[in-house]
């Protein structure tokens, strides 16, 4: 019953900008925490970004200072901002949305060329 749609990956040039959205719907209950993963060819899943219920950011060192994670509770939707992009942040982006229980998008594909 519950989903979590992605959307905004795409093919962006080095030192683009990209704005990932990903709403969750259905009867998800009360979210603590939202975040954003990855995973690039061949590389083990890794964590970008969090935001606690709080508001309270924490964020891979690779991509602090190029990213933001924010959320609107309103909406039961977090975003991932994503400027200067670089080759390397190549890879499939998944949300996650933790409750009770951990919710996971189908994940969005972003490419960064060169």
């Known amino acids: 019953q519950v989903h979590l749609v992605e959307s905004g990956g795409g093919l962006v040039q080095a030192g683009g900008s990209l704005r990932l959205s990903c709403a969750a719907s259905?009867?998800?209950?009360?979210?603590?925490?939202m975040g954003w993963y990855r995973q690039a060819p061949g590389k083990q899943r890794e964590l970008v970004a969090v935001?606690?219920?709080?508001?309270?950011?924490n964020y891979a060192d690779s991509v602090r200072g190029r990213f933001t994670i924010s959320r609107d509770n309103a909406k039961n939707t977090v975003y991932l901002q994503m400027n200067s992009l670089k080759p390397e942040d190549t890879a499939v982006y998944y949300c996650?949305?933790?409750?009770?229980?951990?919710?996971w998008g189908q994940g969005t594909p972003v490419t960064v060329s060169s």
């Open positions: 996650r949305i933790t409750t009770t229980y951990n919710y």
């Open positions: 259905g009867s998800i209950g009360s979210i603590n925490v």
């Open positions: 935001i606690t219920s709080s508001g309270n950011t």
